[in-house]
Nanobody, 122 residues
Framework: QVQLVESGGGLVQAGGSLRLSCAAS????????MGWYRQGPGKDRELVAR???????DYADSIKGRFTISRDNAKNTVFLQMNSLKPEDTAVYYC????????????????WGQGTQVTVSS
């Protein structure tokens, strides 16, 4: 019923930039927030950044000042601009959305994309 499709991952040298995109589609009534999580090798999945309908944002301390999250509400799309990338940013990045389906009386659930690999070489 809902698909989150990510794009923009890849291989980049340290200091470089990448821009991730995630588009949500399906029987969506409203989206409360969208964001990005990541899971590095041998690590737990962690929040990178998220953005709410109000425009407010949360960022992990490790990426503050380097990454910027933004959102196109009309297109149900979230972006993550990643600058000054470091090898420790290497991970699979997952799109996340907290949304309600049409006809569900605003019952919100969490949805995940399939993940996109980001590899930063030193």
């Amino acid at each position: 019923q809902v698909q989150l499709v990510e794009s923009g991952g890849g291989l980049v040298q340290a200091g470089g930039s990448l821009r991730l995109s995630c588009a949500a589609s399906g029987s969506i009534d409203r989206i409360n927030n969208m964001g990005w999580y990541r899971q590095g090798p041998g690590k737990d999945r962690e929040l990178v950044a998220r953005i709410f309908n109000s425009g407010s944002t949360d960022y992990a301390d490790s990426i503050k000042g380097r990454f910027t999250i933004s959102r196109d509400n009309a297109k149900n799309t979230v972006f993550l601009q990643m600058n000054s990338l470091k090898p420790e940013d290497t991970a699979v990045y997952y799109c996340n959305a907290y949304l309600a389906l049409t006809g569900t009386s605003s019952l919100y659930n969490e949805y995940w994309g399939q993940g996109t690999q980001v590899t930063v070489s030193s």
